[in-house]
């Protein structure tokens, strides 16, 4: 395979292009799942060593929207220490197990954040360096077994703040880093499975953000890094398993900064178990996290200044909600433990203001070095004080723009690849880009972004509708037909992620963790 460039945006484009579902292609190119090739779950190193993790654990106790806003906790939370309870918090809440289910003799495990089809492509790695009980190293996230697996010792946090072209990374107390194992989602998906993979670490990021922001500990997200000294670190080879982001936990502004690490560690010197008997190789996969990888960390910083068009400012009409008050809202941990993806809703109304709850949480400000790429917009069913219709919501003035009237339950059930949650959900969210705009200022790594952001907007209202007793599920769709459907006079619209919400069939009780 050719170099493949981040500025050859070209690279993007063919890869969404051929990604697309539509009518025709989901009949003409049907997928065969190979259940006796089904990959393992979950990334096993047998000879490294484990460092057991907490299992009592006090889960946040914040509203949910104020944690996910950014309104709960120490303000900043520069001076929270870390120990290993809390980084127990943080990764059991962002990628633990929650439940099992057997069906037919075999047990399936669900965890904290949604994932599509249950694959759970996403790991995470923990470079600790200033967190009590555990010694400075590099450490594999195991949730099976809830545990920390030794890969290296050493502070890495200077190799890695070299690695991103960001100092301040030198001076959080641990980082993590999401990689994506993409044999796993690609067994169902093929080579749209990459854009699955970055939807799925966006859910587990915004359990991570929330989780952070109510124990007062900050937490940065960063997507613009250098990939090879990142690779290089973990040990994988990027095209299997490739690095998502990372996300820096702590910041004490006057403590002495980790020293940069300039040498390339070696190998890690550890095997881990296969995860099927033969893993399928999607080239447009590959070649898409290719083109999207940054060669220097120069190449980071200079994005880190990349700038958007300005967002316009709303629709003539603005139609304001009120969202509910946080109190209103259940508690983080309790709706962690609740969340789940709803299988069938009741074709009810839910209020105006759960909707706006659901909308104005989902989108506050994500922290790290993210620009909005992302803008939300919706079929509205059945919700209380809004006419049915299709609407846009404008993020930066947070408000509603009425684009349609009318009533379109059956287009919403078709735009979701024929399934019934769109036409049954009270408002069916489909959170768009434009992607030439995207593009233009990131290059490829743009696309990363974008959909690493609704993976954390989708995420977000996920946690939002389940602390106010409703449901959601996230959903794939037909990619030019919503584009037509939302924005038919501006095809620079493109569709990134689809979340159904509403009143589930089967209640969901608020306050408590059985629903
Ligand atoms: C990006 C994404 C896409 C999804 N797409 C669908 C879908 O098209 N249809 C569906 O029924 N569920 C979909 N889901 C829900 C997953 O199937 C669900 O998260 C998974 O089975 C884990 O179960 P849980 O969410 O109840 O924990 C999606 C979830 C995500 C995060």
């Given at each position: 395979m050719a170099d493949l460039s981040n500025k050859d945006r070209e690279a993007a484009r063919l890869y969404h292009e051929v990604t697309k579902h539509s009518y025709t292609s989901v009949r003409s190119n049907p997928h065969r799942l190979d259940w006796d090739n089904r990959p393992f779950q979950y990334k096993i190193y047998p000879a490294a060593g484990s460092l057991a993790m907490p299992r009592e654990l006090e889960l946040p106790s914040a509203a949910t929207a104020a944690a996910i806003a950014g309104r709960a906790g120490t303000a900043g939370g520069a001076d929270r220490t870390a120990d290993l309870e809390e980084i127990t918090r943080l990764l059991f809440c962002t990628g633990g197990l929650t439940r099992s289910r057997t069906v037919n003799g075999e047990e399936y495990h669900f965890r904290a954040a949604a994932s599509a089809?249950?694959?759970?492509?996403?790991?995470?790695?923990?470079?600790?360096?200033?967190?009590?009980?555990?010694?400075?190293?590099?450490?594999?996230?195991?949730?099976?077994?809830?545990?920390?697996?030794?890969?290296?010792?050493?502070?890495?946090?200077?190799y890695l703040a070299e690695a991103a072209g960001c100092d301040d990374l030198r001076q959080s107390r641990a980082i993590l880093i999401f990689s994506a194992i993409f044999w796993r989602s690609a067994w169902k998906y093929r080579a749209r499975a990459w854009r699955y993979c970055f939807w799925d670490a966006g859910t587990m990021l915004a359990n991570l953000l929330a989780v952070a922001s109510a124990d007062g500990i900050s937490a940065e997200i960063i997507t613009l890094f250098a990939d090879a000294p990142v690779e290089r670190l973990l040990d994988v080879d990027g095209d299997r398993e490739g690095v998502v982001c990372l996300a820096a936990l702590g910041r004490v502004p006057d403590a002495p900064a980790a020293p940069f690490g300039a040498t390339p560690p070696p190998s890690i010197g550890l095997d881990t178990l296969p995860l099927s008997a033969n893993e399928v190789v999607y080239d447009d996969l590959v070649k898409m996290h290719r083109a999207s990888r940054l060669d220097s960390p120069g190449a980071a910083a200079e994005l880190r200044g990349a700038r958007l068009p300005p967002a316009d400012a709303g629709g003539a009409a603005p139609v304001m909600l009120e969202p509910l008050r946080d109190d209103e809202t259940s508690e983080l941990g309790a709706t962690i433990l609740r969340r789940g993806s709803t299988r069938e809703f009741a074709r009810e109304a839910i209020d105006g203001t759960e909707l706006a709850t659901i909308l104005a949480t989902a989108t506050a400000p994500i922290p790290g070095d993210f620009l909005p790429l992302v803008?939300?917009?919706?079929?509205?069913?059945?919700?209380?004080?809004?006419?049915?219709?299709?609407?846009?919501?404008?993020?930066?003035?947070?408000?509603?723009?009425?684009?349609?009237?009318?009533?379109?339950?059956?287009?919403?059930?078709?735009?979701?690849?024929?399934?019934?949650?769109?036409?049954?959900?009270?408002?069916?969210?489909?959170?768009?880009?434009?992607?030439?705009?995207?593009?233009?200022?990131?290059?490829?790594?743009?696309?990363?972004?974008?959909?690493?952001?609704?993976?954390v907007l989708g995420g977000r209202a996920y946690l939002a509708a389940y602390s106010i007793g409703r449901g959601a599920t996230g959903l794939t769709f037909y990619d030019d037909d919503a584009s037509k459907f939302f924005s038919p006079d501006d095809p620079a619209w493109s569709p990134l992620l689809m979340l159904a919400v509403g009143a589930p069939k089967r209640r969901v009780n608020r306050d408590s963790d059985d629903g």
């Amino acid at each position: 395979m050719a170099d493949l460039s981040n500025k050859d945006r070209e690279a993007a484009r063919l890869y969404h292009e051929v990604t697309k579902h539509s009518y025709t292609s989901v009949r003409s190119n049907p997928h065969r799942l190979d259940w006796d090739n089904r990959p393992f779950q979950y990334k096993i190193y047998p000879a490294a060593g484990s460092l057991a993790m907490p299992r009592e654990l006090e889960l946040p106790s914040a509203a949910t929207a104020a944690a996910i806003a950014g309104r709960a906790g120490t303000a900043g939370g520069a001076d929270r220490t870390a120990d290993l309870e809390e980084i127990t918090r943080l990764l059991f809440c962002t990628g633990g197990l929650t439940r099992s289910r057997t069906v037919n003799g075999e047990e399936y495990h669900f965890r904290a954040a949604a994932s599509a089809g249950a694959l759970y492509p996403i790991e995470i790695y923990l470079a600790a360096g200033d967190v009590d009980g555990v010694e400075p190293g590099l450490y594999h996230f195991s949730p099976a077994d809830l545990k920390l697996r030794g890969l290296r010792r050493g502070d890495w946090r200077g190799y890695l703040a070299e690695a991103a072209g960001c100092d301040d990374l030198r001076q959080s107390r641990a980082i993590l880093i999401f990689s994506a194992i993409f044999w796993r989602s690609a067994w169902k998906y093929r080579a749209r499975a990459w854009r699955y993979c970055f939807w799925d670490a966006g859910t587990m990021l915004a359990n991570l953000l929330a989780v952070a922001s109510a124990d007062g500990i900050s937490a940065e997200i960063i997507t613009l890094f250098a990939d090879a000294p990142v690779e290089r670190l973990l040990d994988v080879d990027g095209d299997r398993e490739g690095v998502v982001c990372l996300a820096a936990l702590g910041r004490v502004p006057d403590a002495p900064a980790a020293p940069f690490g300039a040498t390339p560690p070696p190998s890690i010197g550890l095997d881990t178990l296969p995860l099927s008997a033969n893993e399928v190789v999607y080239d447009d996969l590959v070649k898409m996290h290719r083109a999207s990888r940054l060669d220097s960390p120069g190449a980071a910083a200079e994005l880190r200044g990349a700038r958007l068009p300005p967002a316009d400012a709303g629709g003539a009409a603005p139609v304001m909600l009120e969202p509910l008050r946080d109190d209103e809202t259940s508690e983080l941990g309790a709706t962690i433990l609740r969340r789940g993806s709803t299988r069938e809703f009741a074709r009810e109304a839910i209020d105006g203001t759960e909707l706006a709850t659901i909308l104005a949480t989902a989108t506050a400000p994500i922290p790290g070095d993210f620009l909005p790429l992302v803008e939300p917009f919706l079929i509205v069913n059945a919700v209380d004080g809004l006419d049915a219709g299709v609407y846009r919501f404008h993020r930066a003035a947070g408000n509603l723009e009425l684009l349609r009237a009318g009533e379109f339950r059956g287009e919403a059930g078709y735009l979701c690849l024929e399934q019934p949650l769109g036409s049954d959900c009270s408002a069916l969210i489909c959170y768009m880009m434009r992607l030439d705009d995207v593009l233009e200022a990131f290059g490829n790594r743009g696309y990363r972004m974008a959909h690493l952001e609704a993976g954390v907007l989708g995420g977000r209202a996920y946690l939002a509708a389940y602390s106010i007793g409703r449901g959601a599920t996230g959903l794939t769709f037909y990619d030019d037909d919503a584009s037509k459907f939302f924005s038919p006079d501006d095809p620079a619209w493109s569709p990134l992620l689809m979340l159904a919400v509403g009143a589930p069939k089967r209640r969901v009780n608020r306050d408590s963790d059985d629903g």
